[in-house]
């Protein structure tokens, strides 16, 4: 099988565009991690693409195809000319949700989520009434439509809060307003620029969501799915700098907390409760002293893909995630691996085993 792994910062989605470092760092990793897996397995022909302004070290026999702008047309030519396709993209601005219309438009396979799919698990408006349906924790969470509402909002909600774009990926546009003082600002950075891409968009105001904040520890648990049934890979501490804008820096896996199975359990439920994930899946959650509070659904390759790779066993051949993701997305669902070390990893791509 032919495939193309295409990531959208680094490989040629924002050609001829500013990038910002943190989106292309993180991309970067993840795609030179996946690309070393799908080789790996040994069966397959690996076709990538790289921004000409960025350096992607590649295994020998991956063909790695060089994008400067204009690179629409040659992303066109390069879906038509593979079997399958393995997509990493954040959500924001319906980033990842395109892409993957894209691919379905040709009938080439989908190694992921598909489009429809994506939409619900990054639509975070309607994430608090799925959640609650099944039962599972989910923090008070109101939309904001226009500014002079949001104070109101605010001081309902309790400070400090979290102020997040509608639609968005990992801590881009997120903050932590802890005063009405920080609250206008916050807003405006979550509404009006995405992952500090564009400038502010004009005419009605884009929504933003404001989020009681929840103190505890920042996990995330990385999942396969077959688009009905979900199992874990491992859950992993976050490392997050919670200033007035949030930054995730890494984190270590497997993660090391009484309610670790806990966390599991509700990623695992959470990912049934959005019927059409398929392959990795990444759900983000808060774990306080009681509980497993779910965040959000990341319906895509996570930054947690570089340590969990190396955590997981590869005894006997066993353990790569990609040719495990690839079995999932056909239906395969494999057994929950073993973890044999503990990781830290960061988002520039750099783990240490511990």
């Not at 396709?85 to 894209?102: M, R």
């Not at 932590?176 to 500090?196: F, M, V, Y």
Request: with cysteine; aromatic share 4%.
């Amino acid at each position: 099988m032919r495939i193309l792994a295409y990531e959208f910062a680094s490989g040629g989605g924002l050609a001829g565009r500013p990038v910002p470092a943190s989106l292309a760092r993180e991309g970067r990793a993840m795609l030179t991690a996946l690309v070393a897996d799908l080789a790996r397995i040994g069966r397959h022909e690996i076709v990538t693409t790289a921004d000409r302004r960025f350096t992607l070290h590649a295994p020998r026999g991956v063909d790695v195809v060089t994008v400067g702008p204009g690179g629409v047309a040659l992303l066109d030519d390069l879906i038509a000319s593979v079997d399958a396709v393995w997509l990493i993209a954040p959500e924001t601005d319906g980033w990842l949700e395109g892409l993957a219309a894209k691919v379905e438009r040709t009938g080439r396979m989908l190694l992921g989520t598909g489009s429809a799919a994506i939409r619900r698990a990054a639509d975070k408006q309607r994430l608090p009434n799925r959640l609650a349906r099944c039962g599972l924790p989910h923090p008070p969470t109101r939309v904001v439509h226009r500014h002079a509402e949001a104070r109101a909002i605010a001081d309902d909600l309790g400070y400090p809060v979290i102020v997040k774009p509608a639609r968005g990926a990992g801590c881009g546009g997120v903050c932590l307003a802890k005063t009405p003082r920080d609250l206008q600002a916050a807003i405006e950075r979550a509404t009006g620029c995405s992952a500090g891409l564009s400038a502010p968009r004009r005419g009605p105001e884009r929504a933003a969501l404001l989020q009681r904040y929840v103190p505890g520890v920042a996990a995330s648990v990385s999942l396969l799915s077959d688009g009905r049934r979900a199992v874990a890979l491992a859950a992993n501490a976050q490392a997050i700098c919670a200033g007035s804008s949030l930054s995730y820096t890494g984190g270590r896996t497997p993660l090391d907390h009484p309610l670790a199975e806990r966390a599991i359990d509700a990623a695992m439920r959470t990912c049934e409760a959005f019927p059409g994930l398929h392959g990795y899946v990444g759900v983000d959650l808060v774990l306080t002293s009681a509980d497993a509070v779910v965040i959000e659904v990341n319906p895509r390759l996570t930054t947690a893909y570089l340590g969990v790779r190396s955590a997981i066993s590869r005894r006997s051949g066993s353990g790569n995630i990609a040719e495990m993701a690839i079995d999932a997305c056909a239906g395969k669902l494999p057994a929950r691996p073993r973890i044999a070390r503990h990781v830290r990893f960061t988002s520039a791509g750099r783990v240490v085993c511990l």
